[in-house]
């Protein structure tokens, strides 16, 4: 057996046990990098080849779990993703169908004042041409 000292009983407790600030309600907060990393089902089979097929399957239906909701989180994403592009896209004709009609209505405006010119212009030019005619006709009798 090994036999530690006090004080070196207290520097390993203290490397390697979270000290009491990392606590809350008796539970470490900050959880170490291993525990967030899914479990590596490889290492753990290694040594179970030799027989057990009950434990091998019990680890091999949790890492086709693990890998079940892997994939139905993907799934959900990929759905989402899916449904914000087909938003966007709405969104985009909506916008291009505005634009157009604005732009449709400000050349409309622009044909209907240019038409209105137009028509204030030949009249006048009639008008001027009926009023040449008339002094003409007045003067060279």
């Known amino acids: 057996m090994f036999k530690f000292s006090t004080s070196e009983f207290n520097k390993i407790c203290?490397?390697?046990?979270?000290?009491?600030?990392?606590?809350?309600g008796g539970v470490p907060y900050a959880l170490p990098s291993s525990a967030l990393q899914p479990p590596n089902f490889e290492l753990a089979l290694t040594p179970l080849a030799s027989g057990n097929t009950v434990?091998?399957?019990?680890?091999?239906?949790?890492?086709l779990m693990l890998e079940y909701e892997k994939y139905n989180e993907l799934q959900a994403k990929s759905q989402r993703m899916q449904e914000d592009y087909e938003n966007q896209m709405r969104e985009m004709e909506k916008s291009k169908q505005g634009g157009l009609e604005e732009l449709t209505e400000f050349y409309?405006?622009?044909?209907?004042?240019t038409c209105a010119r137009?028509?204030?212009?030949t009249t006048s030019a009639l008008l001027t041409t009926l009023y040449k005619n008339y002094v003409l006709r007045i003067f060279v009798k």
């Open 55 to 63: 434990v091998v399957e019990l680890l091999n239906s949790q890492k």
């Open 118 to 121: 137009l028509e204030q212009v």
């Open 14 to 24: 203290q490397k390697f046990a979270p000290s009491p600030d990392r606590w809350v």
């Open 108 to 113: 409309e405006g622009k044909l209907r004042e």
